[in-house]
C-alpha cells in the first residue's frame, strides 16, 4: 500500500511541498577581497567611509560649481567623450522624481562613477565602496570592473613571472658559483635542510669538477666537507661514512644513505615442510593480510605489504606454516641447493632461519647441523626447528672454529659469518655510529678462522657436494672479498657460480686490494638496487681435503722467527739488512697480515728467542769485540765486500789467536746472525731446516761457509792441541 | 645421550598411549629406518638412529637438541609432554576436538577449552583421556585432557570446561626460552 497521492480536482498531480531540492543552493558570493581583485588594500572602517563620502560630497560640490559656469559648453563633449556618463544621465533621471533628500543621496554615486573613469587609485576605493553601500547599480558597470580587474591582474601576473624568472637566475648562478664554506660557516648552519641543500650542492660541483670548482680549494675539501655533512645528515661515524664513500660512487652512496634509512618489506618464507605457498597465501588473505610473492627467482617467498592481523602471531605462524625471514636470507640458501640425504652443516645458525630452509629443502632427510657460540640465540633455533617440524636436526652449542675437531666429513657447509652488519642498518641503527677499524679488524679475522674452519669440516670427495657457501649482511669489501681471497690461498677451493641469476658482481680490485679473478663468481646485494638487505654471496668448491701447507709458508714462518731474533739486536747495521731480507719474506708469507698468526708466531719466538738470550750473555763479551770490530765493515755497507773482509780478517786473527778465530769466523753482521738463529734453532726441529735451505739459496753464506773449511784446514795445520782448545770452546 | 630405563620407558608409553593409543607402535616401527628414544638430562629425544650416530660424537654439553624433544622426566619420574612433541602426536590422535574460530586465540593463550568453544568432539571421548585439540580448519593448536566424556558434553552448561589445556602452539612464543 503505497501513500496516497494528492490529486486536486482535475487529476493532475499537486507537488506538496518543495520537493527533493528544497534548498536552492544560491548563487555564490565571493568575498570582497576577492572580488575587488587587490587584496592589498585594507578594508575600510566605518569612519573612514564615511569621511571618504564627506571628502567625495565636497569635491562634487565644487565640480558643480565648475559645472554649472560651463555646462552648456561641456556637455556634448562629455556625451562623447564618456558614454557611461550619459548613462548615468538617464539613470539619474527617475531619481530626479526622488525627494531632495534622496537626490543628494543619489548624485554622488554617479558622481563616483564618473570620477572612477577619470583615476585608478580612486576607482579602486570607490569599487569597494559600491560593493558595500548597494548592489542596485551593478547593471551599468559590470563589463568595466572586469576589465580592470583583468588588467591588474595581468598586470600581477607578469610580475609574479619576472620575479620567478629573476629567482630561477639567481639559483642559477648560485649552483654555477657554490662557494664552499668556510669551518665557520658550517658550524654555524642550523637546519638539516641546510645540509641537505649544500650536500646535493658538493655533489653537484664534484660531478663535473673541472667546470665547477672553485680553483682556491682541491677536490679533498669538497669531499672533507660532503663527508662532514653526510655525517651529521644521516648520524653516521667518520669511519663508516669514509667507507662507504669509498665504496660507492659519489652518487650511489646518497642512495645507499637514503635506502639504508628506510625499511625493508616485510617478508616471509613458507615451510614447505607443512603447507604450499598457494594454501598459506589464502589462509593469511583470509585474514586480512595483503601479500604478494616475492618474485619469480623464489618459490617460497611472500612480501607482505599490510596486515590487520599481527603477522608473527596468527595460528598459521605458531603451527609452522611459514618463517620471518628476510629476502636477502633466501639467498645463500638458495646458492647452497642442498640435495636430499646429505649431511650439512650450519655454523653459525641462529635464529634458524636459513637452517630451517636447508631442512625444508632437504624435505627432512639426511642430517642437518645447527650451530651457533651463543647459548642464549640457540634457544631460538630449537624454537624455531620444533615450530617448523625439522626433525633431522642436530642442535649444537659449538664455537665454529673448533668444530672440525669435533665433526668431519660434511657434504655442503653453510657459513653466515658474524659481521659488522653494514648491510642491514635499516634494522639496527646502532651500527651507525658504534663501528670503527678495530671492530671490522675484529669481524674479518673471526670471519677468516671461521672459513677456514668451516672448509676444514668440508669432505672434497663427497659424491654430491663438496660446497661451501659464505655469507655476510656487510657490503665492505674487507669482511667479504678480502676474506675470500684469504681462503683461496690457504685452503683447496675454488669459487663457482652461485647459481643467483641477480645481484652486482664481487670486486677483484678494491683500492689497494687485488683480489683472485675468480672473485667475479661472488654475488654483492645492496638495499638500493635490490630492495633487500646489503649482503654478499660466495660459493665455493672444495677440491681436496689436503691442507696445503706449502714449503714457501714455512719458510715464511721460519723467516718471521729471523726477523724477531734479528729484533732483538740492536745494532742498526743489521735493522737496515732486515729491511732488505723483508720483502722476500713479506712475498712469502703472504697470509701473514692475520695479526692472529703473527701473535702464534710471536709465542713461538718468544721462547726461542729466550734460550738465545741466554746464550747471548754467554757470548756477551765476545760480542762486544766483534762489534767493535766490525764497526769499519757496517759503514761500508757492501756485504760482499764486507764478507770479503771478514775473511780476511778472520785469517789474520787466526794467526794472532787460536781461541778468538771461529768467533771471529761469525763477525760480519750477518754472520752474527746466522749464529743466533742456530742457537735458537736446537728447540725446533724445522726451524733448522728451514735455514738449512736459507743457507743454501744465499750465496754469501756459502761463501762463509767455504771460509769456515778453509780456517779448518788451516786449524789443523796450527796443530793437535790447539785444536782441542778451540773444540772445547765451540761446544 | 643414553637409553631409557625399564621404568622411564614404561611410563613415556604409558603416557603416549593416552593420546594415540596403539599407534605409539607406528611410531617405533618405522619403514624409514629405525627410530628411537635417548634421554639427556632428563629431556626425551625421539630421533632416527642414524642421526644418532652422529649426535653421540658431539659432547653431552655441547648438544642442545636431537631430533624431536618429546616432553621431560620431572623430579618425581613422572613424564610431561610438551608442545614440540605435537607434530608425531597430531597424526595419530584418536580422540579430537575441534575449536570454534572465536575460541582458538583463548586456548593459544593457555586457556581451558569450554563448551561454548567446542566446534566438534570425536565420539566415544572418554572422560580424562588425552585429546589433540585442532582449529576447524584441521591445524593443529595443542593438546590437553577432556574434562567430560563425549555424552556428557551434550547437557554441559556452555561455561563448563570441556578439554583441560596442557600445551598449546602460543608456547612457542609465550615461552622460547624453556621449550626443552
Known amino acids: 500500500m503505497g501513500r496516497k497521492a494528492r490529486f486536486n480536482t482535475e487529476g493532475v498531480l499537486v507537488k506538496r511541498g518543495p520537493g527533493k531540492k528544497a534548498k536552492k543552493q544560491k548563487d555564490p558570493t565571493f568575498p570582497k577581497a576577492l572580488l575587488n581583485g587587490d587584496s592589498d ?43 557611461s556618463v550619459s548613462q548615468n544621465d538617464t539613470k539619474v533621471l527617475p531619481g530626479e522624481g526622488f525627494t531632495d533628500d534622496n537626490k543628494s543621496w543619489l548624485k554622488p554615486k554617479r558622481q563616483v562613477v564618473i570620477e572612477s573613469e ?39 601576473q607578469d610580475e609574479e613571472e619576472q620575479l620567478a624568472e629573476d629567482e630561477l637566475q639567481m639559483n642559477i648562478a648560485d649552483s654555477e658559483k657554490f662557494k664552499l664554506p668556510s669551518k665557520k660557516e658550517r658550524e654555524e648552519t642550523a637546519s638539516l635542510q641546510e645540509v641537505q641543500q649544500r650536500i646535493r650542492d658538493v655533489i653537484g660541483v664534484l660531478s663535473d669538477f673541472t667546470k665547477l670548482r672553485d680553483e682556491k680549494h682541491s677536490r679533498s675539501d669538497y669531499l672533507e666537507m660532503l663527508k662532514a655533512d653526510l655525517c651529521t645528515y644521516y648520524s653516521y661515524n667518520d669511519f663508516l661514512m669514509e667507507k662507504f664513500m669509498q665504496l660507492f ?15 625493508r618489506p616485510l617478508t616471509i618464507r613458507t615451510n614447505s615442510l607443512k603447507t604450499r605457498r598457494r594454501d598459506l597465501a589464502q589462509a593469511l588473505i583470509n585474514r586480512g593480510v595483503n601479500l604478494d610473492p616475492v618474485g619469480k627467482w623464489s618459490k617460497v617467498g611472500l ?15 605458531l603451527a609452522g606454516h611459514y618463517i620471518i625471514q628476510g629476502a636477502s636470507s633466501l639467498l645463500p640458501v638458495m646458492a647452497l641447493a642442498p640435495q636430499e640425504n646429505e649431511r650439512i652443516l650450519d655454523m653459525a645458525a641462529a635464529p634458524g632461519g636459513k637452517a630451517s630452509h636447508i631442512a625444508a629443502l632437504m624435505k627432512n632427510t639426511g642430517v642437518l647441523f645447527a650451530n651457533d657460540v651463543n647459548s642464549e640465540r640457540i634457544k631460538a633455533i630449537v624454537g624455531n626447528f620444533h615450530r617448523l617440524g625439522v626433525v633431522n636436526s642436530v642442535i649444537t652449542c659449538v ?11 660434511f657434504d655442503r657447509v653453510l657459513l653466515d659469518a658474524p659481521c659488522t652488519g653494514t648491510g642491514v642498518v635499516a634494522k639496527d ?7 670503527d677499524e678495530q671492530d671490522i679488524q675484529r669481524c674479518y679475522n673471526l670471519q677468516r678462522e671461521l672459513l677456514l674452519a668451516a672448509i676444514d669440516c668440508l669432505n672434497a670427495k663427497s659424491e654430491t657436494g663438496g660446497y661451501l657457501v659464505y655469507s655476510t649482511c656487510s657490503v665492505l669489501p674487507e669482511e667479504n672479498e678480502w676474506v675470500v681471497d684469504y681462503a683461496l690461498k690457504k685452503r683447496n677451493v675454488k669459487l663457482v657460480d652461485t647459481g643467483l641469476e641477480f645481484g652486482n658482481e664481487g670486486f677483484t680490485n678494491y683500492r689497494q686490494f687485488r683480489f683472485h679473478p675468480s672473485l667475479k663468481l661472488t654475488r654483492r646485494f645492496y638495499p638500493h638496487t635490490h630492495n633487500m638487505d646489503g649482503f654478499f654471496v660466495a660459493k665455493f668448491r672444495k677440491f681436496s681435503n689436503l691442507i696445503p701447507t706449502t714449503a714457501g709458508e714455512e719458510q715464511g714462518e721460519k723467516r718471521e722467527l729471523e726477523e724477531e731474533v734479528e729484533v732483538e739486536e740492536v745494532s742498526t747495521k ?26 702464534k708466531e710471536k709465542s713461538k719466538e718468544i721462547n726461542t728467542s729466550k734460550q738465545e738470550q741466554d746464550e747471548e750473555v754467554k757470548t756477551k763479551k765476545q760480542k762486544a769485540k766483534k762489534v767493535k770490530q766490525n764497526g769499519d765493515i757496517k759503514d761500508n755497507k757492501q756485504e760482499k765486500n764486507a764478507v770479503v773482509d771478514d775473511g780476511k780478517k778472520k785469517k789474520n786473527v787466526v794467526q794472532n789467536s787460536k781461541a778468538d778465530t771461529r768467533k771471529e769466523g761469525t763477525n760480519s753482521p750477518k754472520d752474527n746472525k746466522l749464529k743466533k738463529e742456530k742457537s735458537a734453532s736446537p728447540g725446533k726441529k724445522n726451524v733448522k731446516t728451514g735455514e738449512k735451505l736459507d743457507w743454501d739459496k744465499i750465496p754469501k753464506e756459502a761463501s762463509v761457509k767455504l771460509n769456515k773449511k778453509i780456517k779448518k784446514v788451516k786449524k789443523k795445520q796450527v796443530g793437535v792441541m790447539k785444536n782441542k782448545m778451540f773444540k772445547k770452546k765451540h761446544t | 645421550m643414553k637409553r631409557l630405563s625399564e621404568e622411564r620407558t614404561k611410563t613415556l608409553f604409558e603416557k603416549l598411549a593416552k593420546y594415540i593409543g596403539p599407534n605409539v607402535k607406528l611410531l617405533i616401527e618405522r619403514p624409514d629406518g629405525i627410530y628411537c628414544f635417548r634421554e639427556q638430562k632428563d629431556r626425551v629425544y625421539y630421533i632416527s638412529e642414524k642421526i644418532l650416530k652422529l649426535a653421540e660424537t658431539l659432547p653431552p654439553n655441547q648438544l642442545i637438541s636431537a631430533g624431536t624433544c618429546f616432553g621431560k622426566f620431572t623430579k618425581s619420574n613422572k613424564f610431561r609432554l610438551h608442545i614440540t612433541a605435537l607434530s608425531y602426536l597430531a597424526p595419530y590422535a584418536q580422540c579430537k576436538v575441534w575449536l570454534k574460530p572465536s575460541a582458538e586465540q583463548q586456548f593459544l593463550y593457555g586457556n581451558h577449552v569450554s563448551k561454548a568453544g567446542l566446534g566438534r568432539i570425536s565420539e566415544n571421548t572418554e572422560k580424562y583421556q588425552g585429546v589433540l585439540v585442532y582449529s576447524m580448519s584441521d591445524l593443529p593448536l595443542g593438546f590437553g585432557v577432556a574434562a567430560r566424556s563425549t555424552a556428557e558434553c551434550k547437557h554441559a552448561d556452555p561455561l563448563a570446561p570441556v578439554c583441560f589445556h596442557q600445551a598449546d602452539i602460543g608456547e612457542y612464543i609465550r615461552s622460547e626460552e624453556d621449550l626443552l
Do not use: M
Open chain 1, 41 to 83: 588594500a585594507k578594508k575600510l572602517s566605518h569612519r573612514q567611509k564615511q569621511r571618504l563620502k564627506k571628502r567625495l560630497v565636497k569635491r562634487k560640490d565644487v565640480a558643480k560649481v565648475a559645472k554649472e559656469s560651463s555646462e552648456s559648453e561641456q556637455e556634448d563633449e562629455e556625451v562623447w567623450l564618456k558614454p
Open chain 1, 118 to 156: 577619470e583615476s585608478d587609485e580612486e576607482d579602486c576605493k570607490v569599487g569597494t565602496l559600491n560593493d558595500v553601500s548597494d548592489d542596485s547599480e551593478p547593471d551599468d558597470d559590470d563589463l568595466l570592473p572586469i576589465e580592470k580587474e583583468n588588467k591588474i591582474l595581468k598586470q600581477q
Open chain 1, 249 to 263: 660512487p659519489l652518487t650511489e652512496v646518497l642512495e645507499f644513505l637514503e635506502a639504508s634509512e628506510v625499511q
Open chain 1, 303 to 317: 612480501v607482505v605489504y599490510s596486515s590487520q592481523v599481527p603477522i608473527g602471531a596468527t595460528p598459521e605462524y
Open chain 1, 399 to 409: 664455537d665454529g672454529r673448533k668444530f672440525p675437531k669435533i665433526l668431519k666429513g
Open chain 1, 429 to 435: 641503527q646502532s651500527v651507525k655510529t658504534s663501528k
Open chain 1, 574 to 599: 743489521k735493522q737496515k739488512k732486515n729491511g732488505e731480507t723483508q720483502p722476500k719474506k713479506a712475498k712469502k708469507s703472504k697470509e701473514n697480515n692475520t695479526s692472529q698468526q703473527e701473535l
